[in-house]
């Protein structure tokens, strides 16, 4: 569990999680939408059935990718850098300041990046620190754009959580479980609710297989 707000009235109004695993999100993916649940609550004493609906969004998380850079084409200079007291002050050139011109492969806009480094007395080590910042600082920006992404998706499938989206019914009174995509039920709720979902997962993947070989004939 990653993050999580407790409901005003018990329970919780939202909980993010990670799932890792093989094929975890071509397994998980069908879960995404909404999913209504019609039960009896404890408190209806005239044993009336409520609607209520949770809207589910899987999102496959980033994929890892190397920063590229031609350090050939970075330019160094060295200057006198200050700091504490010592003869070595303002002597030796152990600064190290690197122009790299970095081309944003998500706006496809050309930067400078500048980076300065006096952390130590050493001017090698002062390079090796300033190079690993210009690589950090690459990733960061071309990784923010996976990010967002995933944001937006996020986001978007949240904002679509009406019930007239429902994918799936969770009947308790007649413990059953229904996907509407597929009109694929099971009448073990609880064994469903336990996490026995593999026979429903098998129903969407053969579902999706044959929808995807009609569009291939066409």
């Given at each position: ?12 109004k939202?909980?993010d ?11 998980l ?38 920063v ?24 030796v ?54 990010v ?19 994918i799936?019914t ?25 996490g ?9 993947t ?13």
């Open positions: 569990m990653t993050d999580f707000n407790e409901g005003a009235v018990g329970g919780y939202e909980i999680f990670a799932v890792s695993g093989a094929d975890v999100y071509g397994t993916k069908y879960e995404s939408g909404v999913h209504r649940v019609q039960r009896v609550p404890v408190t209806e004493s005239n044993g009336r059935m409520q609607t209520s609906a949770a809207t589910v969004a899987v999102l496959p998380e980033a994929d890892k990718f190397e590229h850079i031609n350090e050939g084409e970075i330019k160094w200079d060295t200057f006198r850098s200050s700091g504490a007291g010592g003869q070595n002050v303002n002597k050139e152990s600064g190290v300041r690197l122009r790299y011109m970095w081309k944003n492969p998500n706006t496809g806009e050309s930067e400078e990046i500048l980076i300065e480094c006096t952390e130590t007395r050493d001017q090698p080590k002062n390079k090796e620190r300033a190079l690993s910042r210009l690589y950090t600082f690459i990733y960061d920006k071309e990784h923010q754009k996976y967002d992404d995933i944001a937006s998706r996020r986001k978007s499938l949240v904002s679509t959580g009406d019930r007239s989206a429902k799936r969770y009947n308790f009174p007649q413990g059953r479980v229904t996907d509407h995509r597929i009109g694929f039920t099971t009448h073990d709720l609880q064994g469903f609710l336990g026995d979902i593999q026979p429903m997962i098998d129903a969407l053969v579902a999706e297989n044959a929808e995807r070989m009609k569009e291939t004939e066409l």
